[in-house]
């Protein structure tokens, strides 16, 4: 089963509204990253969470993490057409003795649809 | 700079031929990654690489193999391909010098096998 799981599946907002999405994840982490990915491309890493934190900000978009219901939120306030896109989180496990790869855990992602 | 090149682009193949993905970085990342992309399942990690010359299986290894015999290449081999490797390929690679682990993606490369 997948570590990072996104809700909602599927998002659909007008430009100018904020955008949340949601991850949970089963496991402790090293850290919990957002990345983007326009449809067809690769992708695009957005923001990094360590466990250590609880709230990250940069530009318009702000990240949560609560390690206590393992989840994070990404929040992208006043979105634009051009944030139409996927985002998916990723959780890195914490590095075990001489054997960690920096292995990243995707979610499924959410689908948001800006509306011009 | 590029980053990641990946090539093919895009490739329709027979079941049971060999084919090999091309991925290449030229940030100097020590770490480099193998995914697959399937509609409703994300992306899932093939194989890996620490460094030039080791190299360690992802969650879906099987069928793929990799080699890591420089740091800027990591080749990734479907040595006889079935229709259940039909998917979007990305190759990935990290600075791992920091301690956390962003990774840099390549375009992907969409692979049909018939």
């Known amino acids: 089963s997948q570590q990072g799981e996104e809700d909602p599946q599927a998002l659909s907002i007008q430009e100018g509204e904020n955008a949340t999405m949601n991850c949970s994840y089963k496991?402790?982490?090293?850290?919990l990253q957002w990345y983007r990915q326009n449809s067809g491309r690769g992708l695009v890493h957005l923001i990094l969470?360590?466990?250590?934190?609880r709230e990250k900000h940069s530009g318009r978009l702000r990240v949560t993490l609560d390690t206590s219901k393992k989840s994070s939120s990404l929040l992208i306030t006043a979105s634009r057409a051009a944030d139409t896109a996927s985002y998916f989180c990723?959780?890195?496990?914490?590095?075990?003795?001489?054997?960690?790869?920096?292995?990243?855990?995707f979610g499924q992602g959410t689908i948001l649809t800006v509306h011009p | 700079i590029a980053g990641i090149t990946q090539a093919p682009t895009s490739q329709i193949l027979a079941a049971g031929r060999r084919m090999t993905l091309r991925c290449t970085q030229d940030?100097?990342?020590?770490?480099m990654y193998w995914y697959r992309q399937d509609l409703g399942l994300g992306l899932r990690l093939i194989h890996y690489?620490?460094?030039?010359?080791?190299?360690g299986k992802g969650e879906v290894p099987d069928g793929y193999s990799v080699s890591r015999a420089n740091t800027d290449d990591f080749p990734l081999t479907l040595a006889s391909a079935v229709p259940s490797q039909t998917s979007v390929y990305f190759c990935?690679?990290?600075?791992?010098?920091?301690?956390?682990?962003?990774?840099?993606f390549g375009p992907g490369t969409r692979l049909t096998v018939l």
């Open positions: 690489s620490n460094t030039a010359g080791t190299t």
């Open positions: 990935a690679s990290s600075d791992r010098q920091g301690g956390h682990n962003e990774q840099f």
């Open positions: 496991t402790s982490i090293n850290n």
């Open positions: 990723a959780t890195e496990q914490p590095h075990a003795g001489g054997t960690s790869y920096g292995k990243l855990t």
């Open positions: 940030m100097r990342h020590n770490a």
């Open positions: 969470i360590r466990s250590n934190e």
